[in-house]
């Protein structure tokens, strides 16, 4: 075999790695987060305030029955999804199964995400921070600042609303 024909033999495998690659791009799992628990999730939290749900409301733990202190937050915190983006969610997913914010009987002038987020968190019988901060006492070395952070900038900036936000912003993930 020649020179030449040897070269093109290497060619080929490594043109045949090179459309393997391509093939499995995208089939890769993406990273895995902790998720919020069903009956923590899609609305139900906003719905009916759950304080298990409250206290702790991944799937790793027992959703709305009450998960033991020493069983929260096992893994990694860039594994679970974050307070702020579970509220998030659970908010959105309210507003689309109550058929849109009209549907939700809120007051007139609460007109986009950011505002029905922000009622719930100002009505709710626990303010989101408050919530947040619950959390961050049974997660030692966990920081949950840029969950706060955000609420406080979306909820309680002066004037009220005066940021131009009406969509809700993903933090870290999206759920």
């Not at 020649?2 to 393997?20: E, H, T």
């Not at 509220?87 to 995400?113: A, F, W, Y």
Request: aromatic content about 14%; overall charge negative; hydrophobic content about 35%.
């Amino acid at each position: 075999m020649s020179d030449k024909a040897k070269n093109q033999s290497w060619y080929m495998v490594g043109l045949v790695f090179v459309i393997l690659a391509m093939a499995l791009v995208g089939t890769i799992p993406s990273k895995y987060y902790i998720k919020p628990a069903q009956e923590c999730s899609g609305g139900e939290f906003m719905q009916t305030y759950d304080e298990d749900c409250a206290d702790y409301p991944y799937e790793d733990g027992n959703g709305d029955s009450a998960t033991p202190v020493n069983q929260r937050f096992t893994q990694p915190q860039d594994h679970y999804v974050s307070p702020y983006d579970w509220l998030r969610v659970d908010v959105q997913s309210l507003i689309d199964k109550s058929g849109g914010i009209p549907s939700l009987g809120l007051p007139g002038s609460i007109d986009n995400e950011v505002k029905v987020f922000c009622f719930f968190d100002a009505n709710g019988a626990q303010d989101f921070t408050t919530i947040i901060n619950k959390l961050q006492l049974t997660a030692p070395g966990f920081d949950f600042s840029a969950s706060t952070n955000l609420i406080l900038n979306l909820c309680y900036t002066f004037p009220p609303y005066s940021h131009g936000i009406t969509e809700l912003p993903v933090l870290f993930e999206e759920v």
